[in-house]
Protein backbone atom coordinates (compact mmCIF):
# COMPACT_ATOMS: atom_id res chain seq x y z
CA UNK A 1 0.00 0.00 0.00
CA UNK A 2 1.77 3.05 -1.15
CA UNK A 3 -0.19 6.22 0.63
CA UNK A 4 0.61 10.12 -0.75
CA UNK A 5 -1.64 12.95 -0.50
CA UNK A 6 -3.09 12.35 -4.17
CA UNK A 7 -3.47 8.37 -4.16
CA UNK A 8 -4.53 7.74 -0.41
CA UNK A 9 -8.30 8.83 -0.06
CA UNK A 10 -11.54 7.53 0.66
CA UNK A 11 -13.55 5.54 -2.25
CA UNK A 12 -15.34 7.78 -3.95
CA UNK A 13 -18.48 5.91 -5.52
CA UNK A 14 -19.58 8.56 -8.17
CA UNK A 15 -22.08 6.11 -8.98
CA UNK A 16 -23.57 6.58 -5.36
CA UNK A 17 -22.73 10.14 -5.26
CA UNK A 18 -21.29 10.74 -1.64
CA UNK A 19 -18.43 8.87 0.86
CA UNK A 20 -18.05 6.34 2.92
CA UNK A 21 -20.15 3.84 4.10
CA UNK A 22 -23.83 2.38 2.36
CA UNK A 23 -26.38 1.22 4.56
CA UNK A 24 -28.46 -1.77 2.27
CA UNK A 25 -31.54 -3.26 3.03
CA UNK A 26 -31.08 -5.61 -0.11
CA UNK A 27 -27.81 -7.62 1.69
CA UNK A 28 -27.96 -11.38 1.75
CA UNK A 29 -25.36 -14.16 1.89
CA UNK A 30 -25.47 -17.45 3.41
CA UNK A 31 -22.55 -19.05 5.64
CA UNK A 32 -21.70 -21.83 5.30
CA UNK A 33 -18.00 -23.95 5.74
CA UNK A 34 -16.27 -23.92 2.56
CA UNK A 35 -14.50 -26.17 0.44
CA UNK A 36 -14.55 -24.53 -2.28
CA UNK A 37 -14.17 -20.86 -4.26
CA UNK A 38 -16.81 -18.21 -4.21
CA UNK A 39 -14.75 -16.42 -7.05
CA UNK A 40 -14.76 -18.69 -10.53
CA UNK A 41 -11.42 -17.15 -11.56
CA UNK A 42 -9.73 -19.45 -8.66
CA UNK A 43 -9.89 -23.02 -8.40
CA UNK A 44 -8.06 -23.53 -5.13
CA UNK A 45 -10.04 -24.57 -1.86
CA UNK A 46 -9.89 -22.55 0.92
CA UNK A 47 -8.56 -23.12 4.19
CA UNK A 48 -11.43 -21.68 6.83
CA UNK A 49 -9.39 -19.86 9.06
CA UNK A 50 -9.43 -16.59 11.78
CA UNK A 51 -7.20 -13.50 11.67
CA UNK A 52 -5.74 -14.58 14.70
CA UNK A 53 -4.76 -18.07 12.97
CA UNK A 54 -3.09 -16.22 10.07
CA UNK A 55 -1.30 -13.20 12.02
CA UNK A 56 0.18 -16.12 14.43
CA UNK A 57 1.47 -15.69 18.25
CA UNK A 58 4.43 -13.42 17.67
CA UNK A 59 3.67 -9.83 18.10
CA UNK A 60 6.73 -7.07 17.04
CA UNK A 61 7.83 -4.25 19.25
CA UNK A 62 5.29 -1.43 18.02
CA UNK A 63 2.31 -4.95 18.53
CA UNK A 64 1.80 -6.28 14.91
CA UNK A 65 2.23 -9.45 14.03
CA UNK A 66 5.78 -10.82 13.30
CA UNK A 67 6.64 -13.14 9.78
CA UNK A 68 8.11 -16.06 11.88
CA UNK A 69 5.16 -16.57 14.13
CA UNK A 70 2.51 -17.56 11.60
CA UNK A 71 2.19 -21.17 10.07
CA UNK A 72 2.09 -19.52 6.72
CA UNK A 73 5.47 -17.79 6.24
CA UNK A 74 6.75 -16.76 4.02
CA UNK A 75 3.09 -16.83 1.76
CA UNK A 76 2.56 -17.06 -1.64
CA UNK A 77 6.18 -15.98 -3.86
CA UNK A 78 6.43 -15.81 -7.27
CA UNK A 79 9.49 -16.14 -9.81
CA UNK A 80 9.25 -12.15 -10.95
CA UNK A 81 7.45 -9.11 -9.89
CA UNK A 82 5.01 -9.33 -7.07
CA UNK A 83 2.61 -12.41 -6.06
CA UNK A 84 0.35 -10.45 -4.52
CA UNK A 85 -0.82 -9.49 -8.12
CA UNK A 86 -0.15 -13.09 -9.60
CA UNK A 87 -3.42 -13.68 -11.90
CA UNK A 88 -4.94 -17.17 -11.43
CA UNK A 89 -5.00 -19.38 -14.72
CA UNK A 90 -7.86 -17.72 -16.69
CA UNK A 91 -8.59 -15.15 -19.11
CA UNK A 92 -5.17 -13.58 -18.18
CA UNK A 93 -3.01 -11.28 -20.37
CA UNK A 94 -0.07 -11.83 -22.64
CA UNK A 95 3.19 -12.78 -20.98
CA UNK A 96 1.72 -13.98 -17.57
CA UNK A 97 3.63 -16.50 -15.70
CA UNK A 98 2.23 -19.40 -15.81
CA UNK A 99 0.97 -21.12 -13.03
CA UNK A 100 -0.60 -18.09 -11.17
CA UNK A 101 -0.09 -18.07 -7.30
CA UNK A 102 0.11 -21.31 -5.16
CA UNK A 103 -2.99 -22.86 -3.17
CA UNK A 104 -0.66 -24.42 -1.13
CA UNK A 105 2.58 -23.29 -0.16
CA UNK A 106 5.42 -25.26 2.13
CA UNK A 107 5.91 -22.59 5.55
CA UNK A 108 9.11 -22.37 7.24
CA UNK A 109 8.49 -25.69 9.66
CA UNK A 110 8.42 -27.57 6.27
CA UNK A 111 4.53 -28.15 6.50
CA UNK A 112 2.41 -28.09 3.79
CA UNK A 113 -0.44 -25.96 4.38
CA UNK A 114 -3.30 -23.68 2.72
CA UNK A 115 -2.17 -20.22 0.66
CA UNK A 116 -5.82 -19.83 0.24
CA UNK A 117 -7.79 -18.99 2.79
CA UNK A 118 -11.01 -17.93 3.89
CA UNK A 119 -12.33 -15.87 6.74
CA UNK A 120 -15.54 -15.32 8.73
CA UNK A 121 -17.56 -12.59 10.50
CA UNK A 122 -15.06 -10.17 10.48
CA UNK A 123 -15.69 -5.98 10.04
CA UNK A 124 -13.76 -3.48 8.35
CA UNK A 125 -12.59 -0.52 8.36
CA UNK A 126 -13.14 2.77 5.98
CA UNK A 127 -12.17 1.93 2.09
CA UNK A 128 -8.96 3.98 0.43
CA UNK A 129 -7.88 3.86 -3.15
CA UNK A 130 -4.38 3.81 -3.74
CA UNK A 131 -1.57 2.12 -5.35
CA UNK A 132 -2.84 3.55 -9.40
CA UNK A 133 -1.59 1.83 -12.32
CA UNK A 134 -1.70 1.80 -15.76
CA UNK A 135 -0.01 -1.54 -16.95
CA UNK A 136 -0.06 -5.28 -15.25
CA UNK A 137 3.16 -5.86 -12.85
CA UNK A 138 5.94 -7.83 -14.43
CA UNK A 139 4.40 -11.57 -13.40
CA UNK A 140 1.14 -10.84 -15.43
CA UNK A 141 3.13 -9.84 -18.64
CA UNK A 142 3.85 -6.16 -17.74
CA UNK A 143 1.76 -5.00 -20.81
CA UNK A 144 -0.64 -1.88 -20.48
CA UNK A 145 -4.24 -2.55 -19.36
CA UNK A 146 -6.89 -2.16 -21.95
CA UNK A 147 -8.14 0.77 -23.05
CA UNK A 148 -5.75 2.80 -21.16
CA UNK A 149 -7.36 1.73 -17.83
CA UNK A 150 -5.70 3.56 -14.75
CA UNK A 151 -6.75 1.10 -11.60
CA UNK A 152 -5.88 1.33 -8.05
CA UNK A 153 -5.95 -1.13 -5.44
CA UNK A 154 -8.77 -0.89 -3.08
CA UNK A 155 -7.77 -1.54 0.44
CA UNK A 156 -8.91 -2.19 3.85
CA UNK A 157 -8.32 -3.53 7.44
CA UNK A 158 -10.24 -6.65 8.54
CA UNK A 159 -10.32 -7.41 12.13
CA UNK A 160 -12.63 -9.72 14.86
CA UNK A 161 -14.97 -7.80 16.31
CA UNK A 162 -14.72 -6.49 19.72
CA UNK A 163 -11.16 -5.40 19.24
CA UNK A 164 -11.78 -2.56 16.25
CA UNK A 165 -8.82 -1.97 13.89
CA UNK A 166 -5.10 -1.38 15.31
CA UNK A 167 -3.71 1.69 15.29
CA UNK A 168 -0.89 3.82 17.35
CA UNK A 169 -2.96 4.47 20.49
CA UNK A 170 -4.86 0.97 19.83
CA UNK A 171 -1.67 -1.75 19.90
CA UNK A 172 -4.10 -4.30 21.40
CA UNK A 173 -6.42 -4.59 17.90
CA UNK A 174 -3.20 -5.43 16.35
CA UNK A 175 -3.30 -9.19 16.54
CA UNK A 176 -6.74 -8.84 15.53
CA UNK A 177 -6.10 -7.20 13.14
CA UNK A 178 -5.22 -7.84 9.00
CA UNK A 179 -4.61 -5.65 6.18
CA UNK A 180 -6.52 -6.56 3.06
CA UNK A 181 -6.62 -5.58 -1.09
CA UNK A 182 -8.65 -6.26 -3.93
CA UNK A 183 -5.99 -5.97 -6.80
CA UNK A 184 -5.56 -3.66 -9.35
CA UNK A 185 -4.13 -5.98 -11.65
CA UNK A 186 -7.41 -8.52 -10.47
CA UNK A 187 -9.50 -5.51 -11.64
CA UNK A 188 -7.87 -5.01 -14.93
CA UNK A 189 -8.47 -8.57 -15.99
CA UNK A 190 -12.13 -9.19 -14.58
CA UNK A 191 -11.12 -11.15 -11.96
CA UNK A 192 -12.80 -8.74 -9.56
CA UNK A 193 -15.04 -5.56 -9.79
CA UNK A 194 -18.93 -4.74 -10.98
CA UNK A 195 -20.78 -8.09 -11.23
CA UNK A 196 -18.03 -10.52 -9.92
CA UNK A 197 -17.31 -11.62 -6.50
CA UNK A 198 -14.66 -9.49 -5.28
CA UNK A 199 -16.63 -5.84 -6.12
CA UNK A 200 -15.15 -3.38 -3.43
CA UNK A 201 -18.09 -1.14 -5.02
CA UNK A 202 -20.69 -3.46 -3.88
CA UNK A 203 -18.70 -4.06 -0.33
CA UNK A 204 -18.75 -0.45 0.23
CA UNK A 205 -22.49 -0.28 -0.51
CA UNK A 206 -23.73 -2.77 1.59
CA UNK A 207 -21.82 -3.18 4.70
CA UNK A 208 -20.50 -0.33 7.31
CA UNK A 209 -17.27 1.21 8.42
CA UNK A 210 -16.30 0.06 11.58
CA UNK A 211 -19.64 -0.40 12.96
CA UNK A 212 -20.62 -0.97 16.88
CA UNK A 213 -21.01 -3.97 18.41
CA UNK A 214 -24.91 -3.56 18.20
CA UNK A 215 -24.86 -2.61 14.53
CA UNK A 216 -25.75 1.04 15.02
CA UNK A 217 -24.24 2.37 11.18
CA UNK A 218 -26.76 -0.06 9.50
CA UNK A 219 -30.46 -0.73 9.49
CA UNK A 220 -28.94 -4.78 8.35
CA UNK A 221 -27.66 -5.95 11.37
CA UNK A 222 -25.89 -8.88 9.18
CA UNK A 223 -23.85 -6.56 7.52
CA UNK A 224 -22.26 -5.82 10.47
CA UNK A 225 -19.80 -8.56 9.72
CA UNK A 226 -18.42 -10.28 6.45
CA UNK A 227 -16.49 -13.54 4.98
CA UNK A 228 -13.75 -13.10 2.96
CA UNK A 229 -11.04 -14.79 0.75
CA UNK A 230 -7.97 -14.73 -0.46
CA UNK A 231 -4.16 -15.66 -0.77
CA UNK A 232 -1.72 -14.80 2.17
CA UNK A 233 0.77 -12.49 1.39
CA UNK A 234 3.76 -10.88 3.36
CA UNK A 235 4.79 -7.66 2.36
CA UNK A 236 8.22 -6.48 3.59
CA UNK A 237 7.39 -2.91 2.78
CA UNK A 238 4.69 -2.20 5.16
CA UNK A 239 5.02 -4.14 8.04
CA UNK A 240 5.91 -0.76 10.28
CA UNK A 241 3.28 0.89 8.92
CA UNK A 242 0.04 1.76 11.06
CA UNK A 243 -2.13 1.68 8.69
CA UNK A 244 -0.47 -2.46 8.21
CA UNK A 245 -1.56 -2.90 11.84
CA UNK A 246 1.87 -2.68 11.80
CA UNK A 247 2.64 -6.19 9.95
CA UNK A 248 3.36 -7.22 6.91
CA UNK A 249 0.58 -9.79 6.58
CA UNK A 250 -1.88 -9.73 4.20
CA UNK A 251 -4.77 -10.99 2.12
CA UNK A 252 -3.92 -10.07 -1.22
CA UNK A 253 -5.40 -10.60 -3.73
CA UNK A 254 -8.75 -10.41 -2.01
CA UNK A 255 -10.96 -12.84 -4.41
CA UNK A 256 -14.49 -12.99 -3.03
CA UNK A 257 -15.98 -11.38 0.07
CA UNK A 258 -19.74 -11.94 1.40
CA UNK A 259 -22.21 -10.79 3.85
CA UNK A 260 -21.86 -13.24 6.98
CA UNK A 261 -24.79 -14.16 8.52
CA UNK A 262 -23.19 -16.47 11.08
CA UNK A 263 -23.89 -16.26 14.78
CA UNK A 264 -21.04 -16.60 16.90
CA UNK A 265 -20.17 -20.43 17.91
CA UNK A 266 -17.86 -22.27 19.66
CA UNK A 267 -16.63 -25.55 19.68
CA UNK A 268 -15.17 -28.58 21.13
CA UNK A 269 -12.06 -30.61 21.22
CA UNK A 270 -10.39 -32.95 23.22
CA UNK A 271 -6.60 -33.91 23.40
CA UNK A 272 -5.98 -36.73 23.69
CA UNK A 273 -9.58 -37.83 22.63
CA UNK A 274 -9.02 -41.64 23.74
CA UNK A 275 -7.69 -42.17 27.19
CA UNK A 276 -6.03 -45.24 28.42
CA UNK A 277 -6.69 -46.21 32.54
CA UNK A 278 -5.58 -48.82 34.42
CA UNK A 279 -8.26 -50.04 36.87
CA UNK A 280 -8.12 -48.01 40.45
CA UNK A 281 -6.39 -44.89 38.56
CA UNK A 282 -7.51 -41.53 36.58
CA UNK A 283 -6.60 -40.59 33.22
CA UNK A 284 -6.54 -36.58 32.05
CA UNK A 285 -7.65 -35.31 28.70
CA UNK A 286 -7.50 -31.03 28.14
CA UNK A 287 -11.30 -29.87 26.10
CA UNK A 288 -10.29 -26.61 24.38
CA UNK A 289 -13.15 -24.46 23.59
CA UNK A 290 -12.45 -22.58 20.00
CA UNK A 291 -14.40 -19.47 20.03
CA UNK A 292 -16.33 -19.88 16.09
CA UNK A 293 -17.59 -16.18 14.36
CA UNK A 294 -16.04 -14.23 16.97
CA UNK A 295 -18.49 -15.90 20.03
CA UNK A 296 -16.96 -14.38 23.63
CA UNK A 297 -18.08 -15.11 26.74
CA UNK A 298 -17.87 -17.75 29.27
CA UNK A 299 -19.75 -21.59 29.35
CA UNK A 300 -20.08 -24.13 31.43
CA UNK A 301 -19.01 -28.05 31.55
CA UNK A 302 -21.59 -30.92 32.10
CA UNK A 303 -19.92 -34.55 31.69
CA UNK A 304 -21.87 -37.83 31.02
CA UNK A 305 -20.66 -41.35 30.98
CA UNK A 306 -21.94 -44.43 29.35
CA UNK A 307 -20.74 -48.05 29.21
CA UNK A 308 -20.19 -50.12 26.65
CA UNK A 309 -21.23 -53.60 26.12
CA UNK A 310 -18.19 -55.35 27.23
CA UNK A 311 -17.74 -53.25 30.37
CA UNK A 312 -18.00 -54.54 34.34
CA UNK A 313 -18.06 -52.68 37.52
CA UNK A 314 -19.43 -48.87 37.96
CA UNK A 315 -19.28 -45.83 35.84
CA UNK A 316 -15.83 -44.11 35.85
CA UNK A 317 -16.43 -40.83 37.66
CA UNK A 318 -15.42 -37.69 35.70
CA UNK A 319 -15.04 -33.93 36.35
CA UNK A 320 -13.84 -30.93 34.31
CA UNK A 321 -11.73 -28.61 36.91
CA UNK A 322 -12.61 -25.62 35.89
CA UNK A 323 -15.90 -26.40 35.33
CA UNK A 324 -16.54 -22.77 34.05
CA UNK A 325 -14.38 -20.89 31.39
CA UNK A 326 -14.29 -17.57 29.36
CA UNK A 327 -13.34 -17.47 26.08
CA UNK A 328 -12.54 -14.38 23.77
CA UNK A 329 -13.46 -13.71 20.33
CA UNK A 330 -11.89 -15.63 18.42
CA UNK A 331 -9.89 -17.25 21.08
CA UNK A 332 -9.35 -20.57 23.25
CA UNK A 333 -10.03 -21.96 26.50
CA UNK A 334 -8.98 -25.05 28.02
CA UNK A 335 -10.04 -27.15 30.75
CA UNK A 336 -9.32 -30.71 32.03
CA UNK A 337 -11.02 -33.63 32.19
CA UNK A 338 -10.09 -36.26 34.82
CA UNK A 339 -11.46 -40.04 34.40
CA UNK A 340 -11.05 -42.21 37.39
CA UNK A 341 -12.04 -45.44 37.44
CA UNK A 342 -12.50 -48.41 40.10
CA UNK A 343 -10.49 -51.25 40.76
CA UNK A 344 -13.23 -53.38 39.21
CA UNK A 345 -13.35 -51.48 36.37
CA UNK A 346 -13.05 -53.66 32.41
CA UNK A 347 -14.00 -52.47 29.19
CA UNK A 348 -14.63 -49.36 27.85
CA UNK A 349 -17.20 -46.48 28.21
CA UNK A 350 -17.63 -43.50 26.32
CA UNK A 351 -17.07 -39.61 28.11
CA UNK A 352 -19.62 -36.77 26.55
CA UNK A 353 -18.27 -33.69 27.51
CA UNK A 354 -21.13 -30.57 26.77
CA UNK A 355 -19.58 -27.11 27.08
CA UNK A 356 -22.98 -24.69 27.44
CA UNK A 357 -23.74 -20.60 27.10
CA UNK A 358 -26.57 -19.47 27.38
CA UNK A 359 -28.67 -21.50 24.76
CA UNK A 360 -26.06 -22.80 22.88
CA UNK A 361 -24.50 -26.33 23.64
CA UNK A 362 -21.98 -28.38 21.96
CA UNK A 363 -20.00 -31.57 22.92
CA UNK A 364 -17.01 -33.60 21.96
CA UNK A 365 -17.24 -37.38 22.77
CA UNK A 366 -13.58 -39.79 24.43
CA UNK A 367 -13.24 -42.73 24.44
CA UNK A 368 -12.04 -44.59 27.76
CA UNK A 369 -10.39 -47.64 27.13
CA UNK A 370 -9.46 -49.74 31.21
CA UNK A 371 -6.54 -51.33 30.49
CA UNK A 372 -5.29 -54.12 32.16
CA UNK A 373 -3.05 -57.30 31.74
CA UNK A 374 -3.10 -61.08 33.37
CA UNK A 375 -0.83 -63.14 34.75
CA UNK A 376 -0.70 -66.96 34.67
CA UNK A 377 1.85 -69.59 35.55
CA UNK A 378 2.25 -72.99 33.99
CA UNK A 379 2.24 -75.36 35.84
CA UNK A 380 0.89 -73.72 38.78
CA UNK A 381 2.48 -76.40 40.93
CA UNK A 382 5.62 -78.29 41.36
CA UNK A 383 6.67 -81.60 43.19
CA UNK A 384 10.62 -81.17 44.16
CA UNK A 385 12.88 -83.38 45.48
CA UNK A 386 15.41 -82.09 48.22
CA UNK A 387 18.54 -81.35 46.25
CA UNK A 388 16.79 -80.21 42.76
CA UNK A 389 15.29 -77.27 40.94
CA UNK A 390 12.13 -77.13 38.64
CA UNK A 391 10.86 -74.61 36.33
CA UNK A 392 7.77 -72.90 35.54
CA UNK A 393 6.30 -70.55 32.44
CA UNK A 394 5.14 -67.16 33.60
CA UNK A 395 2.62 -65.16 31.07
CA UNK A 396 1.68 -61.91 31.18
CA UNK A 397 -0.64 -60.88 28.58
CA UNK A 398 -2.36 -57.25 27.43
CA UNK A 399 -5.85 -56.61 28.30
CA UNK A 400 -7.72 -54.17 26.03
CA UNK A 401 -4.77 -52.40 24.93
CA UNK A 402 -2.23 -52.03 28.20
CA UNK A 403 0.95 -51.20 26.72
CA UNK A 404 3.85 -51.01 29.03
CA UNK A 405 7.07 -51.78 31.40
CA UNK A 406 6.15 -54.56 34.27
CA UNK A 407 8.34 -55.26 36.99
CA UNK A 408 8.82 -58.66 37.80
CA UNK A 409 9.27 -60.19 41.58
CA UNK A 410 9.36 -63.64 43.30
CA UNK A 411 9.11 -64.57 46.70
CA UNK A 412 8.53 -68.07 48.95
CA UNK A 413 6.36 -68.43 51.93
CA UNK A 414 6.19 -72.25 53.97
CA UNK A 415 2.47 -72.72 53.68
CA UNK A 416 2.61 -75.94 56.17
CA UNK A 417 4.18 -77.03 59.64
CA UNK A 418 7.28 -78.74 58.45
CA UNK A 419 8.00 -76.58 55.38
CA UNK A 420 7.83 -73.60 58.29
CA UNK A 421 10.72 -75.46 60.72
CA UNK A 422 13.16 -75.62 57.48
CA UNK A 423 16.41 -74.19 58.39
CA UNK A 424 16.87 -73.01 54.52
CA UNK A 425 13.53 -72.41 52.32
CA UNK A 426 13.05 -73.42 48.67
CA UNK A 427 14.39 -70.25 46.19
CA UNK A 428 12.35 -68.44 43.43
CA UNK A 429 14.57 -66.57 40.60
CA UNK A 430 13.21 -64.88 37.49
CA UNK A 431 15.07 -64.93 34.26
CA UNK A 432 14.15 -61.48 33.92
CA UNK A 433 13.54 -58.67 36.54
CA UNK A 434 10.85 -56.70 34.11
CA UNK A 435 9.12 -57.28 30.88
CA UNK A 436 7.62 -54.78 28.34
CA UNK A 437 4.12 -55.44 27.21
CA UNK A 438 3.19 -54.34 23.56
CA UNK A 439 -0.58 -52.97 23.15
CA UNK A 440 -2.63 -57.05 22.82
CA UNK A 441 0.94 -58.40 23.24
CA UNK A 442 2.02 -61.32 25.19
CA UNK A 443 5.48 -62.21 26.94
CA UNK A 444 6.87 -65.11 29.09
CA UNK A 445 9.24 -65.06 31.90
CA UNK A 446 10.64 -68.46 33.44
CA UNK A 447 10.76 -69.26 37.08
CA UNK A 448 12.54 -71.24 38.09
CA UNK A 449 12.68 -73.46 42.00
CA UNK A 450 15.25 -74.58 43.93
CA UNK A 451 15.48 -76.87 46.65
CA UNK A 452 18.49 -77.57 48.53
CA UNK A 453 19.51 -80.43 50.89
CA UNK A 454 18.59 -78.48 53.82
CA UNK A 455 15.32 -77.91 53.00
CA UNK A 456 12.66 -79.46 55.15
CA UNK A 457 10.03 -81.52 53.20
CA UNK A 458 6.91 -79.81 52.51
CA UNK A 459 4.70 -77.48 51.29
CA UNK A 460 5.31 -73.85 49.99
CA UNK A 461 3.73 -70.96 48.29
CA UNK A 462 5.85 -68.79 45.48
CA UNK A 463 3.98 -65.44 45.10
CA UNK A 464 4.83 -63.66 41.38
CA UNK A 465 3.93 -60.33 41.68
CA UNK A 466 3.77 -57.75 38.17
CA UNK A 467 3.43 -54.13 38.90
CA UNK A 468 3.01 -51.17 36.14
CA UNK A 469 2.17 -48.12 37.76
CA UNK A 470 -0.26 -48.49 40.83
CA UNK A 471 -1.31 -51.92 39.49
CA UNK A 472 -0.05 -55.15 40.80
CA UNK A 473 -1.67 -58.17 40.07
CA UNK A 474 0.16 -62.18 41.45
CA UNK A 475 -0.47 -65.46 40.80
CA UNK A 476 0.96 -68.40 42.97
CA UNK A 477 2.63 -71.40 42.22
CA UNK A 478 2.59 -73.98 44.95
CA UNK A 479 5.60 -75.82 45.34
CA UNK A 480 5.67 -79.46 47.57
CA UNK A 481 9.47 -80.38 48.45
CA UNK A 482 10.13 -84.56 48.85
CA UNK A 483 12.81 -86.65 49.77
CA UNK A 484 12.63 -88.51 46.83
Excluded at 121 to 126: A, D, E, S
Excluded at 142 to 151: Q, S
Excluded at 153 to 159: A, L
Aim: glycine letters at 8%; aromatic letters at 8%; charged letters at 5%.
Amino acid sequence: MVTTAVSCFLLVLSVYGYLGYFPSSSASGILAASSSSWNPSVTCSPMVVTVEQVLGNQANSMGGATENGSMFNPGITSPVGSAKRWLTPGPTPSGWVSPGPPCTITNANGQVTSAFVEIHRIQRNYLYNEDYAIQYDPVNGGNAYPTGMNLSDTTFNGFTPGYATCTSTNTTGCMHTIHMEFDHDWKAAGYCGPNTACDPHAMAQATPAEPSPNCQKTTVPSACFIDVQGFVFFDTSHENDASHSFSGWEIHPLTAWRISTASPDFSLSASPSSLPVPPGQSAFSTITVNSLNSFAGSLSFTTTVLSQPNSSGPAPISAMNPSTVTVSASGTANSTLTVTTASSNTGNYVVTVTGWSGNLTRSTILSVHVVDFSVIANPASLTIPIGSSSQSTLTLASINGFSGNLGLAASVTPTSVTAGLSPSDPTASLNASNLALSAEGSGTVTLTISASLLTTPGTYAVTLSATSGGVTHTTVVSITVTLV
